[in-house]
Every structure is written in C-alpha cells, then in structure tokens.
C-alpha cells in the first residue's frame, strides 16, 4: 500500500474520531450552556475564521505546496527554511492584528458580530488565533513531506484535551453570565492550543534531528511564499467576510422577520452548534482526503505529471459519492430522532433533509477544491468557493426574513450545487477528464434514495413497535448498508471493486514513479 493511500486511510481515521469526539462534546456543551449561550458561541466563531483567513490560512497553503515541491526534487534544506519563512511572516501579520483586535472588541462585539455579550471572547481569540498559526503551520510542513502521523497524533489528543479543558472549565468556573460563559469556552481552547502547538514543534524538531536535511539547494524568498500565500489568503478573506456576513446575518434576519432576539439566537444556536454538526459527522473520510490529495498532486504537478492525476481523479470522485451519499440518506431518516435525543432539543434535525443535500454537495465541492488546490488552481477554487458562498448570503439576506431557516436551507442547496459545479468544470478542464456522470453521481444517488426509503419504514416501524430509538437506528444502518450494496450490485457497481481499484491504483502509481 502506498503512502498516498496509507496517509489517507490514517487521516481518515483520525478524522472520524474528531467528528464522533467533537459530536459528544457539542452534545454536553449544549445541555450545559443551552441553546441561546450556543448561539453566542457560533457568533464568536466567524471572528476566528476571519482572523485565520488574514494571519495563515495563504500561509499554510504556501508551506503545504512548497514543501511537497522541494521534498519530492531531494532539497528537504529548502523545506526547513519555508517552515521558518512562514512562522515569521505569520508573527508579522498575527501580533498587530491581534494587539488591535483586542484594543476594539467593544465595537467588534457590537457593531460587527451584533451581540455585547462576545466581546470577551473575542479577546481571548487573539492567543488562540496565534497558537492555532503555528501549530497548522507545522502541521501542513508534515503534510507536504508526506509524514501524517504526528500531526494525526496530535490532532486526535487536541480533541480529547479541548472537549476536557472546556467542560472542566465551565464546571470549575460556573460562569454567572453568557458572555463569561462564551469566554470561558474560548479560553478551554486557548489551552487546548498551547498543548497542541508545542506537541507539533518539538516532533518536528525532533524528525530533522532524525533526519538532518543538507543545505538548501535554492534560496525560497519570502517572494516566492508570498506569490502563493497573498492570492490564497486574499480570496479566502473575501469567502470568510462572506461567511462571516452569513453567520451574523442569520439571527439578525431572524428578528427582522418578527422573531425575537433570545428565540432567534436559539434558533441560529440549533442550526449551527446542533443540526449541521449532526451532519458532519461522516465527513471525516472528506478532509483526510484532501489534506493528503493537495501535496500528493503538487508533487506530480512537479514532475510534470498532471495528467497522471486524472485517473486519481475519476476514483476520488466515485469514492466520495459511494460513501457519503448513503451516510446522508440514513441521517436524513434517524438524524432528527437521534439528534433529539442526544441534544434534548424538538427542534435538532428540523429541515434535516435539504440540509443533508447541501452537505454533500459541500463534500463533492470540498474534493474538487482540494484537487485545484493540487493542480496549483488555486485562484480558480477561491472564486468559486466565493461566488457560493455569494449565493447563500443573497439567500440568507433575501429569504430568511420572509421564510425563516428553510430560506437558509434552500440557499445551503443552491450554494452548494454553484459551487460544485464551478469546481468540476474547472478540474474538468485542467485535468483534461471526461465526465462520468452516472459512474460518479447516478449510481450512488439512486442506490441512496432505494435505502433511504426503506430505512424511513423500516425505522416507523420499529418505532411504533416499541423498539429503543438507539436499537431501532442500528438496525436502520445495518438493513442500509445492505439494501445499499444490493441496489448497486443491480446496477452493476462493487464497492468492493471500488476501492481495490483505489489501492491498485496507488501501487501502479508507486511503482512507476
């Protein structure tokens, strides 16, 4: 098994623990805090994303590719001087920003993210921003050089440490208010990031110890990291003031439509902390595959290899399909049920179904993102990624007020199908790949919608029968994965054959480079 394929299966892994971790700890945090106080948690969010568009996210991207490029041509010395190129631009960008950030978080809370009662965490942000830096700056270092242990390592100790750190604050601290509340739960992640970003540091620290590079054979300049990190960082920033408008915009939009603060709040707390998070449980498999797909094609990109990435291509995209379209049909049909019970909530799965077509079509949109990404498109990804999320926020501003949520949901869909379709055209075109419509989509879809029917009688029935709600889902899932294996046998697909093609794949290709 090649490394590809090995890096992926473990991050896939890793990934999965995260989300079913991450999952738990949003349940206890919700029945602690409540849906209210959650909502004022998503509403700090937004602020981080925007500081890490501006500060590493062009940053990591540069390292990411860079590194991949000077470790597939043998100059790992180029390597270590990008990682330190990085860090100290990052330092540049992130302690200014940060001193400012905190000097205004007052107006920040209250004109910006609409809510006083943020400003707190706001503050606390600007630690977290600058630990989150370096530690996804080592991590992607890793990732460009083909070594995801230590960072999958670290990733999956940082959930377990944050989920403890901040449930144990918040029962030390018994916060009085909701913005000492919000506070807290920033500060269990500055904590959370302190462990992270010195655990990443001294591994990597330790591998050139192990492995001591030689000179670099070419200076990197700061020029060359900045050529990618500044388009990358820029069209990020423009996609995340756009999410970040989306986000501030839901329960404003909420109480214009005549809904009052505290109920929209909630609400905006239930969508986002609750139903989505519900839904992105399976998609661990999504970024496991992307964080290992982008150096994997930029190496090829520099050997001149790119059109040995369509055939990668062509199975990446029948694998997301065959995995994630069934995982949304079963959480389309137990979610609601599930979600409820674990959240104590009526209104968790609410819209669950559009909900559950616009996450996959995010994770198509995710895979073709991170295949541009690759390929060194990366301009062309970050404008589709921004005309979409322009299709949501016209959604959100327009809809919501007149409709509520299922506004934002039919806007999640039409987002998602803009965005997906941008991102195939474009790999389409630079890969020179053909199309293969039912291969890709028709196959899983019709299969998924055959289970998804029969699971949703099969679970009323075993619902109205008595049956446990946790004993009635299992019994879904597994009636599922069957009647899903059956429909595409009928239809003359294996998933099998699938991914042994996947692993032939990789070997054929370790063999031949």
Known sequence: MSTLLAGTLLLTATGLFSQVVGFIYRMFLSRLIGAETMGLYQLVMPAYSMLMSVTAVGLTVAVSTLSARYHALGDDGAVRHILRR?????????????IAVAALSDPISVYLLGDARTRLGVVLLVPCVLLTGVENLHKHCFYGIGRVRPPAAVETAEQLIRAGAVLGLLAALLPRSAEETVGVIVLGMVLCEVCSACALTLLFRRHWRQFPPGPAREEVSRRRLFAIALPVGATSLLGTVLGCANSVLIPAKLVEGGMALPEAMSEFGVLCGMTLPLLALPTGFIGALCLVMVPDLSRRTARGDRRAAAGFLDRVMSA??????????????????????????????????????????????????????????????????????????????????????????????????????????????????????????????????????????????????????????????????????????????????????????????????
Request: charged content about 10%; hydrophobic content about 55%.
């Open 86 to 98: 990085a860090l100290g631009g990052f330092f540049l960008l992130a302690v200014p920003l940060g």
């Open 320 to 513: 997301t399909s065959l995995l994630m379209a069934p995982a949304m049909a079963l959480l389309a049909v137990v979610g609601p049920t599930i979600g409820r019970a674990m959240f104590r909530d009526d209104r968790v799965g609410e819209l669950i179904l559009p909900l559950a077509v616009g996450t996959l079509l995010g994770c198509w949109q995710s895979v073709l993102s991170g295949a541009l990404n690759g390929l060194g498109l990366q301009a062309k990804g970050a404008r589709n990624a921004i005309l979409s999320d322009a299709v949501q926020l016209a959604f959100t501003f327009f809809a919501v007020p007149r409709w509520g949520l299922p506004g934002f949901a039919a806007g999640f869909v039409v987002s998602g199908v803009v965005g997906a379709g941008l991102n195939l055209a474009s790999v389409l075109r630079a890969a020179e790949l053909r199309a293969r419509w039912f291969r890709w989509f028709g196959r899983p879809l019709l299969a998924a919608v055959f289970m998804g029917l029969w699971c949703n009688l099969f679970f009323r029935i075993m619902l109205d029968a008595g049956c446990g709600q946790g004993w009635s889902a299992l019994a879904c899932a597994a009636l599922g994965l069957v009647l899903y294996a059956a429909a595409l046998l009928a239809q003359g697909t294996s998933v099998t054959v699938v991914f042994a093609r996947f692993g032939t794949y990789f070997r054929q290709r370790r063999h031949t480079a």
